[in-house]
């Protein structure tokens, strides 16, 4: 059981975790996707719940069961999950972002499945929209968690992100890491904020998701 993962951290709180990838269709059979899990975010919704938060959880298509007492809502596409997030959002004290979104969407769905020619095709991808950016806009502002999803320069890159999405922490992973990150069962993080860092060891999703989640409602309510 999870018990042990028990505590009221973050009693009284509400917190809105999105996860999982998103799916861009293509055609009526295809579509561009990523190699997300919903792993990592899933277990950080429900260790937020054991720790007391009334948690609302954001989930692209993945196949895993709701955590016991969260409230999830299905999306599909990052442009539902930007419309989803921007009206969950300003009733969150804390927004934590997993999600792997899709950075571009096919210009136009076809209507019809697209035929195999002779000749490969050429896809009209277009930019998708920063959620975690555009849900930094809102107001009142929600204390922002992000994840950055890296394979080399893991910590700069991640701090880099921090600044750009103008969020207050981001738990930067490494994904090359053997064992870690994508489809695996474990992960290793290290959370960072505007001047200071902590580091949590390579160990399974749900233990990490509970460490991470301590730290993040520490965090959240000593700030200034
Ligand atoms: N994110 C988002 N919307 C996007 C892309 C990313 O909300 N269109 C969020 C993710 O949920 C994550 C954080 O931003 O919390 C970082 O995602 P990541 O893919 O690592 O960063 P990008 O800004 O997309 O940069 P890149 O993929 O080029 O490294
Ligand atoms: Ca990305």
Known sequence: GKWHLRSSAMQGLKVLVNAGPTLEDIDPVRYIGN??????????????????????????????????????????????????????????????ASAAVADF???????????????????????NPDVLAEVAKVQPRPFLVGFAAETENVLTYARLKLDKKNIDLIAAND???????????????????????????????????GQLITQVAALYRGRS
Do not use: Y
């Open 105 to 127: 969407r096919v210009r136009e769905i076809a209507k019809q499945k697209i035929k195999r020619g002779p000749d490969g095709i050429h896809l009209d991808l277009v930019p």
């Open 175 to 209: 994904v090359a890491r053997p064992g870690c990150g994508f489809d695996a069962n474990e992960n290793a993080l290290t959370l960072i904020s505007r001047d200071q860092q902590w580091h949590f060891a390579q160990a399974g999703k749900s233990e990490l998701a």
């Open 35 to 96: 190699r997300s899990s919903g792993k990592m975010g899933f277990s950080v919704a429900e260790a937020a719940a054991l720790a007391g938060a009334e948690v609302c959880l954001i989930a692209g298509p993945v196949h895993l069961p709701t955590p016991l007492g969260v409230r999830r809502i299905d999306i599909r596409s990052a442009t539902e999950l930007l419309q989803c997030m921007l009206s969950e959002a300003p009733h969150a004290d804390i927004v934590i």
